[in-house]
């Protein structure tokens, strides 16, 4: 007997019960004659089935034999609750059901999807989008050892550090540079080595929270630094920070408010101001700057970001920003600024604990090496290219794109073609808007059935092998399409979701009167 023909892949829990209750659902009537739990085969005469002895020289018997006791568990339990029909206990129903068991066991958890949000670096769909040469450049480093922590021109032991330093420090002028598993991390890092025990002064409109628990007073804590805020809310003057400095101050900090605006009656001190008050205590001025463009977002016509250059330019001594947010690379916290700081933070314990891994180091220097390019970059770069993609042709894609996603979802919903407003993500540039375009689709029926017809649709999305994650705003679906670049990724999935929705063409007659 041949190997049981392939069905779906992906999938999860969800599909392995399923596959319980598609064989065991009493197909023709409520009597049909139901199962008992003595009916059940013991594991081994089942694993003996022509098809799971298929499975086991695929996968081996540990994984087939732990799905085979589990299936049959579960046969078990439905049997005892007179809920499992007699075919279901049928030799080669048991061993299909094994199949997709083992198959929904070996799907993977983490997949791709497509991300229709609007938003473009979305902390919860993986931020940046790696660039062509950094998968590529991952893939070989990853693949056989590499010069990680060795010296090629010596032969001797070398620093993981330098494999980036040297493009850091060149592209923002920075004398000296390091890198750790993420901005946060660099955060605690810079605050640990250059106040720890000492204290810090912040303003008070900067005490940010990041999310995920990073609140500037906590890290402040974390790295063992005493935080002395200064100011107020909406202002704070540069006497403030002259006031402020004493015997136990180490650092000055300002913190980028990256995910929030103060707006009105507002006053700050720029880092300029607050690095000659610094300086002329003998301290240093390092400034948590989020995401950190490495290019001047507004020469491609987008919201202005500060940039590590002019922060370092304006004195700071230490500058601190993301990896995968507007750089557009791997997770991680790269520190910039002065050969002395620098030199403190790399030799401070802690570094040992938060260095980066081979991993995303060399996505990150393939990353670095491309903005050797800046003409070039807003292509090379994925999360540039789509901030960058203009209006008109994403609105043009969903004009290409309305018939055959109206066609999918017809009659049960409409499609109509929309301008949208998009965000960059990620806390950057938190209001401005980015204009955009893409579908919106409404439900067509009684207004007060609509919303559950929105969630039917959204979990038919999120349902697909290639999830796609929308958002639900004013009654509608809207999918924003400046993060489709391969349309097909989308076209390709419409029959499998009209399937789920019961809409479309074969579906037309069926679905009339469901609203
Ligand atoms: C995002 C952000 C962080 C945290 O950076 P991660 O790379 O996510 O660890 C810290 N500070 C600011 C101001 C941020 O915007």
């Known amino acids: 007997m041949s190997r049981p023909a392939e069905s779906v892949v992906d999938g999860s829990k969800a599909q392995a019960a399923e596959a319980v209750r598609d064989h065991r659902r009493p197909a023709a009537a409520a009597r049909a004659p139901l199962a008992e739990p003595k009916d059940l085969p013991a594991v081994d005469r089942l694993l003996r089935e022509p098809a799971a002895t298929a499975l086991v020289s695929e996968h081996g018997h540990t994984l087939v034999a732990a799905q085979a006791r589990a299936l049959l568990e579960r046969c078990r ?59 590529a450049h991952l893939l070989v480093m990853m ?15 070398g620093d993981r550090d330098s494999l980036v330093e040297e493009l850091l420090t060149a592209l923002t002028g920075a004398e000296a540079a390091t890198v750790v598993n993420n901005n946060a991390a660099a955060v605690l890092l ?21 999310g995920g628990a990073f609140r500037m007073p906590d890290v402040m804590a974390a790295a063992g630094a005493t935080l002395v805020e200064v100011g107020t809310t909406n202002r704070t003057h540069a006497h403030d920070y002259e006031r402020a400095i004493g015997e136990r101050t180490a650092l000055l900090m300002k913190v980028h408010t990256s995910n929030y605006a103060i707006q ?19 301290l240093p001025l390092a400034t948590d700057l989020g995401s950190g463009s490495l290019v001047d977002l507004a020469a491609y016509g987008l919201p202005r970001e500060p940039t590590p250059q002019e922060k370092l330019a304006a004195g700071c001594d230490v500058v601190t920003f993301s990896g995968d947010k507007l750089l557009g690379g791997p997770q991680a916290g790269l520190i910039v600024g002065s050969k002395a700081a620098i030199e403190r933070i790399r030799k401070f314990p802690m570094k040992r604990a938060l260095r980066m891994s081979k991993l995303p180091l060399a996505a990150l220097e393939a990353t670095l090496r491309l903005y050797l390019r800046p003409e070039r970059v807003a292509q090379d770069l994925p999360t540039l290219r789509l901030l960058t993609r203009p209006a008109a042709a994403i609105r043009a894609l969903a004009e290409a794109l309305r018939p055959a996603v109206a066609a999918a979802l017809a009659p ?30 409404t439900p067509v029926g009684p207004k007060k059935l609509a919303g559950r017809a929105l969630d039917a649709l959204a979990d038919a999305l999120r349902g697909l092998p290639t999830p796609v994650i929308g958002r639900i705003a004013d009654d509608r679906l809207l999918l924003d399409l400046r993060c489709l670049e391969d349309a097909r990724l989308l076209t390709g999935q419409l029959a499998a979701l009209s399937a789920t929705l019961g809409t479309g063409a074969s579906n037309e007659e069926r679905g009339d009167g469901r609203g």
């Open 264 to 282: 009105g009656f507002t006053s700050a001190v720029d880092e300029a101001d607050i690095a000659r008050i610094a300086h002329a205590h003998g």
């Open 412 to 441: 049960r919903y409409e499609v109509a073609v929309a301008d949208l407003q998009g965000q960059i993500g990620s806390g950057s540039l938190p209001v401005e808007r980015l204009p955009s375009a893409g579908l919106a689709i």
């Open 77 to 135: 339990g439905e049997a005892r609750a007179g809920r499992l029909a007699a075919g279901a206990v049928a030799l080669p129903a048991l061993a299909q059901a094994l199949q997709q068991a083992v198959q929904a066991r070996l799907a993977p958890r983490m997949r791709a999807v497509l991300n229709l949000t609007g938003t473009v670096i979305h902390t919860n769909l993986g931020r940046a989008l790696l660039a062509d040469e950094a998968l």
């Open 190 to 210: 810079t605050i640990a080595a250059l106040a720890r025990g000492k204290e810090v002064v912040v303003s008070r409109g900067e005490l940010v929270e990041i």
């Open 143 to 157: 693949a056989g050892p590499n010069n990680l922590e060795y010296d090629l021109e010596s032969g001797g032991r």
